[in-house]
T-cell receptor
């Protein structure tokens, strides 16, 4: 089956801890995205990558970091600098030539 | 820069009734337009999209949307809703040939009365 997988489904972070959310796609898509979703806020773009080894900040990049070492993978690290990390995190991907983004099932991050 | 507004935070309709969810966008030219649906705790699923051509777009699950340039709108419709349509619906807008980001509205939560 082709698709986008995110793991884990739930993640708990202790204060001062960095945590990494996984996003993998086997759709051979070039571009990948990370969004944060809070109730009533819609989706806000954190980071995106159009090609391997390159990525750009979105609207709310502070306190987050990413890497894009492989086309299939775009992990997101929530650092200790992110003071309000509790949210639902969504990963998406898109292939060149189409503007349509396809989404993974999401990871819910909670703070202990 | 483009923006999108979904004026209704919550909508309640009876099962079997018709549905229209509103979406207004701001962009200087013809944008790319999307509707996505999200069930609780799940990712977003694409319902339909408009890039160009016929302004009435058919999507999955019996949904359709109409692009009206004069009103800067892209409203989502369904003639008869089912209890399984209860979810949150997001309108999104993209800028052709500008960058590959799309902007999402804040969503409309649809409730279905039995």
């Amino acid at each position: 089956d082709g698709g986008i997988t995110q793991s884990p489904k739930y993640l708990f972070r202790k204060e001062g801890q960095n945590v990494t959310l996984s996003c993998e796609q086997n759709l051979n898509h070039d571009a990948m995205y990370w969004y944060r979703q809070d109730p009533g806020q819609g989706l806000r773009l954190i980071y995106y990558s159009q090609i391997v080894n390159d990525f750009q900040k979105g609207d709310i990049a502070e306190g987050y970091s990413v890497s894009r070492e492989k086309k299939e993978s775009f992990p997101l690290t929530v650092t200790s600098a992110q003071k309000n990390p509790t949210a639902f995190y969504l990963c998406a991907s898109r292939t060149t030539g189409t503007e349509t983004q396809y989404f993974g099932p999401g990871t819910r991050l909670l703070v202990l | 820069a483009q923006s999108v507004t979904q004026p209704d935070i919550h909508i309640t309709v009876s099962e079997g009734a018709s549905l229209e969810l509103r979406c207004n966008y701001s962009y200087g030219a013809t944008p790319y337009l999307f509707w996505y649906v999200q069930s609780p705790g799940q990712g977003l699923q694409l319902l339909l999209k408009y890039f160009s051509g016929d302004t009435l777009v058919q999507g999955i699950k019996g949904f359709e949307a109409e692009f009206k340039r004069s009103q800067s709108s892209f409203n989502l419709r369904k003639p008869s809703v089912h209890w399984s349509d209860a979810a949150e619906y997001f309108c999104a807008v993209g800028a052709p040939n500008r960058d590959d980001k799309i902007i999402f509205g804040k969503g409309t939560r649809l409730h279905i009365l039995p």
